[in-house]
């Protein structure tokens, strides 16, 4: 069973860098595609950043552009967002979708809060 797990969240002032982490486990098979995507309390889930495996294409939210960059996909079935200049619009569980045979696997989500 594929499970994907998030981390690196944690608490950080505005201007601010973190790291997470997105690791899909239980499978011999490669993440073809993986995504980001973040939701704050009482909003929707939003769209962060995106990499498709077999191309290297990436996208971003306009309001991460230039901050946020989403690494390439691991062979071990990792992949990074680096987060830099961090504000409070920010904040929000984070989570990862890991793309594996056409089927997207959600992790949990790590918690971002950004406050001075």
């Known amino acids: 069973q594929v499970q994907v797990v998030e981390s690196g969240g944690g608490l950080v002032q505005p201007g601010e860098s973190l790291r997470l982490s997105c690791a899909a486990s239980?499978?011999?098979?490669?993440?073809?595609?993986m995504a980001w995507y973040r939701q704050a309390p009482g909003n929707r889930r939003e769209f962060v950043a995106a990499?498709?495996?077999?191309?290297?294409?990436?996208s971003y939210a306009d309001s991460v552009k230039g901050r946020f960059t989403i690494s390439s996909i691991a062979a071990n079935n990792t992949g990074y967002l680096e987060m830099n200049n961090l504000n409070p619009e920010d904040t929000g569980v984070y989570l990862c979708?890991?793309?594996?045979?056409?089927?997207?696997?959600w992790g949990e989500g790590t918690q971002v809060t950004v406050s001075s």
């Open positions: 979708a890991a793309e594996l045979e056409y089927r997207s696997y």
């Open positions: 990499i498709v495996g077999s191309t290297g294409a990436l």
């Open positions: 239980g499978s011999t098979l490669r993440v073809s595609n």
